[in-house]
């Protein structure tokens, strides 16, 4: 049974960062496809970030230059780093094993200006 499990989000001030986890079991994060998503209220879910299996990774231009995606393989963890957060950066973040469509129940991050 695969499940992911999201922590870090959190109410922070603008400008400040934050680093996402999330844990997974069941699957091996550096065999698969995984990525960040995003839902800010009354808006779609939105792609944030991803990093394959080889390693490559992939940043929606909102978030580029501010926000890193990096994995743990011994803890089969996958991060999100995120820095210089903006008001517009508030929303739910899920983390999603991209090919198979699972996904996380979210962890929520509030940036107050």
């Known amino acids: 049974q695969v499940q992911l499990e999201e922590s870090g989000g959190e109410s922070v001030q603008a400008g400040g960062s934050l680093r996402l986890s999330c844990l997974a079991s069941g699957i091996s994060v550096d065999r698969n496809s995984m990525g960040w998503y995003r839902q800010a209220p009354g808006k779609q879910r939105e792609f944030v970030a991803l990093v394959t299996s080889a390693g490559a990774t992939n940043y929606a231009d909102t978030v580029k230059d501010r926000f890193t995606i990096s994995r743990d393989n011994a803890k089969n963890t996958m991060y999100l780093q995120m820095n210089e957060l903006k008001s517009e950066d508030t929303a739910v973040y899920y983390c999603?094993?991209?090919?198979?469509?699972?996904w996380g129940q979210g962890t929520q991050v509030t940036v107050s200006s």
């Open positions: 999603v094993v991209l090919r198979l469509n699972y």
